[in-house]
């Protein structure tokens, strides 16, 4: 068989055995169900409550819009392929997934990083947060996160097609993820897995040095403050927060905190469903469950609903 450009790839999904594919298949779909509706309910909580019109809860939307976008990006496939058995993807769409797939990663990744420096304002700057976080500034610093992750994905994408594989070879995962495909290829990936880790390891580094950073001024901050009561409070707005970065870090480090080739075990996948799924699922949840304005203004939606019913 020719090492060429494959004409598509077979998805193996989660499982091999049969019987387990109709459990899996209602499990991911109702994850998937909830994690639709979460999103869809937080985004409207935050539009609709314009109280809600600030700085923090912008990202908090741009965070449930790039979750509802992530969770969709992976999650159709693997349960067609739960219910059909079919797990065929093409060449194009195999580098179509991998690439959005790697820009709504990407940006949750940025998006943590820019709240956490929206949270240090709030709270080591408490006068001035309003003059530093103005909404031109959140403006430039969601677009600047898109333009990161759109040049990085486009980048890692663009490093991968440069790759030979032989045609419908099959890869032990549910998406096309960039450490399965890089063991299957027929070419030396030495350079591209070198360049690629390096690209995903600076943003990465980057944003988790931000938010470690962030965190260490605003515990320091949170120290100083006399009462018990008011460090409760300072902190009671980073809690929501610091539970999503440890969600997602986590998983995260758990699938790539080694090289690409070798992240295709069933620890992995495990993992990578729990990021990939369960954290954007769990995400609004832990912000609206904890959060006394999201509540009500998801109250206030509802009952308006039911009134008009």
């Not at 990006?73 to 991998?98: A, H, N, R, Y």
């Not at 992750?149 to 070879?169: K, P, R, Y």
Request: aromatic share 10%.
């Amino acid at each position: 068989m020719n090492c060429s450009q494959a004409l598509g790839f077979v998805l193996l999904g989660l499982s091999r055995d049969r019987e387990k594919w109709l459990p899996l298949f209602s499990i991911f779909l109702a994850l998937y169900l909830l994690g639709l509706l979460g999103n869809l309910l937080l985004l409207l909580a935050i539009g609709a409550n314009v109280h809600l019109h600030t700085s923090m809860y912008f990202f908090l939307s741009q965070l449930s819009l790039v979750d509802l976008c992530f969770i969709t990006t992976t999650t159709p496939k693997m349960l067609e392929v739960l219910w059909t058995g079919d797990g065929s993807i093409s060449f194009s769409g195999c580098l179509t997934q991998l690439y959005f797939f790697a820009v709504f990663a990407d940006m949750d990744n940025l998006l943590l990083a820019v709240m956490a420096v929206d949270r240090y304002a709030a709270i080591c700057h408490p006068l001035h947060y309003p003059l530093l976080m103005t909404s031109c500034r959140c403006g430039v610093l969601a677009a600047g996160s898109w333009g990161v992750a759109h040049c990085v994905s486009l980048a890692h994408t663009l490093l991968l097609s440069q790759l030979s594989f032989h045609n419908n070879q099959e890869i032990p995962h549910f998406f096309c993820d960039f450490g399965p495909l890089l063991q299957l290829s027929c070419s030396n990936t030495h350079l591209n897995e070198t360049l690629m880790m390096t690209l995903a390891g600076i943003l990465g580094l980057s944003a988790l040095l931000c938010i470690m950073s962030s965190y260490g001024c605003i515990f320091f901050a949170v120290a100083r403050v006399p009462s018990a009561q008011g460090k409760r409070k300072a902190l009671a707005t980073c809690s929501s927060h610091l539970s999503m970065v440890f969600l997602f870090y986590s998983t995260v480090f758990a699938t790539y905190l080694k090289p690409p080739s070798s992240s295709h075990s069933s620890g992995a996948v495990v993992a990578a469903v729990m990021y990939t799924l369960v954290t954007p699922t769990l995400n609004p949840f832990i912000y609206s469950l904890r959060n006394k304005d999201v509540k009500s203004s998801l109250r206030k939606i509802l009952n308006v609903e039911k009134s008009q019913d």
